[in-house]
């Protein structure tokens, strides 16, 4: 239940990409500092797509998506230019809160509500979570939370133990659809990107 997905990486660089061999070959001196660019408004063009697309199927706001974005910009001193971007990776990996999925009841639930508290993960589909309820703890704050197992007894100043909900990372909202889907489209991105930065951008200031 705890154990944490791997960070999707979304890779960008020119390698393999037939479209654009005659511009190459023609353009050499072109081809670092062309590149460099494109991968770089790829790269933002995913992220956007990410930040649109994420809450359009979860409830989550866009900040929170941002939160688990990091991105590696191509720069001209890489001996080959590739960029990269990571939903998930070490430190930005965190499931998030149920509480923050518009819980109801909203705020400290006393005496516990019989049914438990309701959340909307998914748009458009809300749920019961039975036993749980909302708190406000010293440490974790107000959260919903659950009893632990009765059989695990008290915490040793004799209160029960309970324990934070917690639903889905970022990176766990990014179904395989979406992510193929954002991954075909960063290539045909980069193709475009590419070819009018070996061609057009020279005419408005680019530098060989």
Do not use: C
């Not at 941002?66 to 499931?95: F, H, I, W, Y």
């Not at 209160?159 to 960063?186: C, F, H, W």
């Amino acid at each position: 239940m705890n154990r944490r997905e791997r960070p999707l990486h979304i890779t960008i660089n020119s390698d393999g990409v037939h479209e654009i061999a005659g511009l190459i070959s023609s353009f050499p001196e072109r081809v670092k500092s062309s590149a460099v660019r494109a991968i770089n408004r790829t790269l933002d063009g995913v992220q956007s797509d990410i930040v649109k697309e994420v809450p359009e199927n979860w409830n989550v706001s866009k900040d929170r998506v941002m939160q688990a974005l990091s991105v590696r910009r191509a720069a001209l001193g890489d001996t080959t230019p590739s960029g990269e971007l990571s939903v998930g990776k070490k430190g930005r990996a965190r499931r998030i809160p149920l509480y923050e999925f518009s819980p109801d009841p909203l705020t400290v639930t006393n005496p516990r509500p019989s049914v438990g508290v309701s959340v909307e993960v998914r748009r458009g589909k809300r749920y019961k979570i039975a036993g749980s309820f909302i708190a406000d703890t010293p440490v974790r704050g107000l959260n919903i939370y659950k009893r632990q197992n009765s059989r695990q007894g008290l915490s040793p100043d004799g209160r029960e133990r309970i324990y934070k909900l917690v639903g889905l990372s970022v990176r766990q909202m990014i179904t395989p659809d979406m992510q193929a889907r954002i991954e075909a489209n960063s290539r045909e991105r980069f193709v475009k990107r590419f070819t009018h930065e070996m061609t057009e951008g020279f005419k408005h200031g680019g530098k060989k």
